[in-house]
């Protein structure tokens, strides 16, 4: 499935809010975000930490520091990188997490088209539960 079958996909299931364009676009890149994270990211990481994974959960992974989440057992690689997730840094850590990183048990994850890495970023920033107890904004 292609970027643009997936964000038209995403804003056809929210145009049918009364949202305006803007909103409907915005929906749509978290909506969208959502399946590319399914694909690239869920096998190994939960959106929110009261779902299980192999990975440590990626609710409010940006501005995190890396390596922090509790119960988790890190490389030390990551524990002792002093990284904060910022979408930068996600965004190298995406496009090659070995290079960006060496030393980290992860596997390499290669998701090198920009695109695709601005879309889950934006699932990502919407995982943002610092503002009450929901799971997205």
Not at 33 to 62: F, K, Q, T
Not at 89 to 115: C, Q, S, Y
Request: hydrophobic residues 40%; negative net charge; glycine residues 8%.
């Amino acid at each position: 499935m292609s970027i643009r079958t997936i964000l038209l996909a995403a804003a056809a299931l929210t145009f049918t809010q009364s949202l305006e364009a803007a909103e409907v676009f915005e929906q749509a890149k978290i909506t969208a975000g959502e399946m590319l994270y399914r694909v690239e990211c869920r096998r190994c990481h939960a959106p929110d930490s009261s779902d299980s994974s192999y990975g440590p959960p990626l609710e409010n992974i940006i501005g995190r520091g890396a390596g922090t989440f509790s119960g988790y057992d890190y490389s030390e690689a990551l524990a002792s990188s002093g990284i904060v997730w910022t979408p930068a840094a996600l965004r190298a850590w995406m496009e090659d997490n070995t290079g960006f990183l060496p030393g980290t048990k992860m596997r390499h994850v290669g998701i090198e088209d920009r695109t695709v890495q601005d879309i889950i970023l934006t699932y990502l920033a919407s995982l943002d539960t610092s503002a009450g107890d929901q799971t997205s904004k």
